[in-house]
């Protein structure tokens, strides 16, 4: 099964296995093979800071097929195994145990990694990052006992990983570099919303802190230490300072690297034979018109079907916004579209922002980049295709609960 006719796919994640299921699904007959670092089957993430941390579900909910499906399905299952070198000219990736695997087409879905936060103390016992099925585990056990629980990091894992700890009746200091959390991904007035969100809920936030050390004793984190000298005593320690690419397989194989894999809007690399999908594809949209990499669950979901498709040679364009949510205490958001770091110029708001039920709406030169609706539902494809028309909006209609989003994108 390790001949050229396979397709291959590197890593063993949600992207990784819809991939395997977009192939078999769009009549590819040969051999799939999925090969994964992680000795559990393909999950899905997201559980992992919320309904999974939280104890609101099972373990074999967080699966994105059954044991089965893979056998039934003749997709070759490799976990456990790690791909450590790609050679494109033999058609073969090397394997972790020096064996090859041949291979037609090649999918890269190796995912992100978090960035590791590089002070002393780091590595001492009780500091938890979260990433993987068994990082969730950890933390789970570690909040039954807590009874202080130090968040460095005031982005989505940091915040959602707060509120679970707060939940599990643990005191929570979150600890952020900038003025608010999630100040660069959603701006001022956005991220006080959840500044007040978790102040509200008990969360001592301290922002535009700096991190010096992690204290600890007997190998065991006992709290952390800030640039001013000040130490906050802590039973366990969370960092979430962002996540980086998985692109060291791809660098060494001479594909073009910059901030993940560089792929066309068909997830091609600059091979021919190589696709890549998920948060490690920094991939050109045609909509938005430049490359982006994005690092949220409905991206490896739906774009490894656009890989599949065009690993059997079909034409495809994908083109789907980026879209994430985030559940943090009685707080429910859906957010659609893409804006960079100061790239809009006006923010309106809609609907009742102090209790927390409104549509915030980014804004460059009149048009709708991005929607993000708080505790209000049902209005995702309404603000995608605000998003879509790229049409200047009247932005006092904007602004108005009483008029219909869909009035706004009528011609």
Known sequence: MSGSEAYVIAGASLAGAKAAEALRDGGFGGPVILIGDEDERPYERPPLSKDYLLGKAERDSIYVHPADWY?????TL???TTVTGIDRAAHQVTLDDGSQVGY?????ATGSSPRRLDVPGAGLGGV???RRASDSDQLKKAFQTAGRVAVI???WIGLETAAAARIAGAEVT???YAELPLLRVLGREAAQVFATLHTEHGVDLRCGVQVAEITGSGGQASGVRLGDG???PADVVIVGVGIAPNSQLAGAAGLEVSNGIRVDAQLRTTDPDIYAAGDVANAFHPLIGTHIRVEHWANALHQPHAAARGMLGQAVSYDRLPYFFTDQYDLGMEYSGYVAPGGYDEVVLRGDVPGREFIAFWLSGGRVLAGMNVNVWDVTDAIQALVRAGQPVDTARLADPAVPLGELTAR
Request: hydrophobic share 50%; charged share 15%; glycine share 16%.
């Open 153 to 155: 990091g005031a982005g």
């Open 71 to 75: 056998a039934g399905n003749d997709v």
């Open 174 to 176: 979150v600890l952020e």
């Open 104 to 108: 037609a087409k090649l999918l890269l």
């Open 230 to 232: 000040s130490h906050l």
């Open 78 to 80: 490799r976990l456990g």
């Open 128 to 130: 938890h990052y979260l």
